[in-house]
């Protein structure tokens, strides 16, 4: 008989939705599975912007030791959470189809972008691609689930907030007052959900990968291969996505100065069969063109 997995999950709402479509997916393997919540310190600290916390993985090292420590058979992450270095002992397990990958500015009328106004998000990323935009703006931070972010929308006296598309349309809280934002770079692999299990358990892996969904799972590792290329340890405003486009693949990625001043941007189309160091390259073309200044300038800020 199969042995019961135990699915390894944050116990927010967006969270749990993503567990719960894994899991569906095992079912519809014949595998059985129950999901197991825990809180990560991302979900318990909510005072201090994420960047301030000063730890990697912050919504996935709890999830990580339940894993190493056999409490789990297997943790479901959003795949942007996720360090591009995994832990030593777990490996990726498998990219699950992509959701819709943009940012999504919630506001509560749009005459403000010509004028002065607030913006709430709690991502660097995004605050550095909306002051370079919109220089005039106060961006304010936003902590919590998404329920809570969109609950102190509504509470505040701020013009808008930016959150990530995908998790808004899972859990159906997608307000009619909304304006995709094609103009920003999201996180790397944004929208994608991963799932991670122990490098020695054979029988999850193997599992997991015949639900790999393979272009999902192409276009984010050169997401996050431009990532770990950039970034060097540090946090810093970081936005990537790879699409393909027939035979090709188009990857657009950029970092970006923390008050949003300075970028260093690239647009790049190759065949599918030359992408396979994509991001790599996109990379060190960005920091050859100005990126090097930027991350020196971001990590001098953060003490490093």
């Known amino acids: 008989m199969t042995r019961r997995l135990r699915i390894g999950t944050r116990d927010s709402e967006l969270a749990l939705w993503q567990a719960h479509f894994v899991q569906d997916r095992l079912t519809q393997k014949g595998q059985d599975s129950v999901l197991v919540p825990v809180k990560s310190t991302g979900d318990l600290v909510l005072d201090k912007p994420l ?3 000063g730890i990697t993985g912050i919504f996935t090292k709890t999830l990580d030791v339940a894993l190493l420590k056999g409490e789990i058979d297997l943790a479901v992450h959003s795949m942007k959470d ?3 270095a995994l832990p030593l002992g777990i490996v990726q397990g498998a990219v699950f189809q992509r959701a819709n990958p943009l940012d999504l500015l919630v506001h509560k009328g749009l005459d403000f972008l010509n004028a002065e106004g607030i913006v709430a998000t709690g991502s660097l990323r ?4 909306w002051l370079h935009r919109y220089p005039l703006h106060e961006i304010v931070d936003l902590r919590g689930n998404v329920n809570t972010r969109m609950q102190k929308l509504e509470e505040n006296p701020w013009n808008a907030a930016i959150f990530a598309a995908a998790g808004l349309e899972r859990i159906g809280l997608l307000p009619g007052n909304y304006s995709e934002l094609h103009w920003m770079l999201p996180a790397p692999a944004q929208g994608a959900v991963l799932a991670v299990c122990r490098e020695e358990d054979t029988h999850t892996r193997q599992i997991l990968s015949a639900l790999n969904h ?3 799972d192409r276009c984010t590792s050169l997401e996050r291969e431009f990532l770990r290329e950039l970034e060097g340890g540090c946090t810093a405003p970081i936005g990537a996505i790879a699409q393909v ?3 090709s693949v188009r990857f657009r990625g950029g970092v ?5 001043s300075q970028t260093a941007l690239i647009d790049k189309e190759v065949s599918v069969q030359d992408a396979k160091h994509l991001g790599q390259q996109c990379a060190r073309e960005v920091l050859s063109n100005g990126g090097d200044l930027i991350m020196d300038s971001i990590r001098k800020s953060q003490g490093q």
């Open 51 to 53: 960047y301030e916390l």
């Open 82 to 84: 996720v360090p591009t």
């Open 126 to 129: 995004r605050k550095a691609q």
């Open 214 to 216: 393979e272009q999902s």
């Open 245 to 247: 486009q027939g035979s």
């Open 256 to 260: 970006f100065s923390l008050d949003g």
